[in-house]
């Protein structure tokens, strides 16, 4: 297949380069920035373009891997070329992309990506969605020949699923965070919770992650809970984070009664 990449960011690196790796023809890659254009055009032996005017029309896909907010006026420079166009997000509906052409899809990796990790494409979960079951088989047989996990998700769906992975990556892994600066600031390092987050990461694999719950909360131990809100007295914004979830897990362990 002649694929046309719109962006240069993680999504659209590591894509359009399990897509080559597969054998489909990465016809251009769009972005604002020429030099990050070309960049990853040069990877993926395709044509760099900073100008949507410049899209060769001898493409039989666009797949848009921008920013959500971008998504939908992208989509309308792109229709006038009558091609299937999908885009990688998880909080945009189809029914946007509808409304500009009939030709719309869905083609959202379920990972986080980063330009300097290497990430296995084959254990990457593929979310599918398309206006009708022609577009859904084409969306489909593309993401097959790059993975293993392929799934119809409806746009409802999807918008839970982007959400449940909000909480279980992006907030968990500033948590983590918020774990490295209290330890720098007694001069430890992060190095010591790596075999901790590991061994969480790895029962949650294998169980599901209330029956593996532990820690203070889940026992509702007021006395270390409160030693922990002592220790970050100076900073109450953690304090906040900190009695938050706390109290949710104690509810959630404790038949919805809070710290009863």
Same mark, same amino acid.
């Given at each position: 297949m002649r694929i046309t990449i719109i962006g240069s960011g993680n999504v659209? @690196?590591?894509l359009s380069a399990a897509l080559k790796n597969?054998? &489909?023809? /990465? #016809?251009?890659?769009y972005s604002r920035d020429m &030099? +990050?254009? @070309?960049?990853?055009a040069y990877h993926v032996g395709a044509e760099a373009i900073d100008d949507l005017r410049d899209i060769n029309p001898? @493409?039989?896909?666009? /797949? /848009?891997? #921008? %920013?959500?907010?971008?998504? /939908?006026e992208t989509a309308a420079h792109l229709a006038a070329y009558s091609k299937l166009i999908a885009h990688t997000s998880g909080a945009v509906d189809l029914e946007q992309l509808l409304n500009i052409t009939p030709?719309?899809?869905v083609f959202y990796p379920l990972q986080t990506?980063? $330009? @300097? $990790? *290497?990430?296995d494409f084959r254990e990457v979960p593929m979310c599918i969605e398309g206006a009708d079951e022609d577009i859904v088989k084409t969306l489909e047989a593309l993401a097959r020949d790059v993975s +293993?996990?392929?799934y119809r998700i409806s746009s409802a769906q999807r918008k839970v699923l982007h959400l449940s992975a909000v909480f279980a990556c992006n907030f968990v892994n500033h948590l983590y965070g918020i774990g490295e600066q209290l330890l720098k600031d007694s001069e430890m390092d992060f190095?010591?919770?790596?075999?901790?987050? %590991? *061994?969480?990461?790895? %029962?949650?694999?294998l169980n599901s992650p209330y029956t593996v719950q532990t820690g203070p909360a889940v026992r509702n131990d007021k006395n270390t809970m409160g030693t922990h809100l002592q220790l970050l007295k100076a900073q109450p914004h953690l304090q906040r984070i900190y009695e938050m979830l706390s109290q949710d897990i104690i509810k959630n362990h404790n038949k919805g009664n809070g710290d009863k």
């Open positions: 659209a @690196t590591h597969a054998g &489909h023809r /990465i #016809v251009q890659v &030099h +990050n254009a @070309t960049l990853l001898q @493409t039989d896909l666009f /797949i /848009i891997a #921008v %920013k959500d907010d971008a998504i /939908i030709l719309a899809g990506f980063s $330009k @300097t $990790k *290497e990430v +293993n996990s392929v190095d010591l919770l790596r075999p901790l987050i %590991k *061994e969480t990461a790895d %029962k949650a694999m």
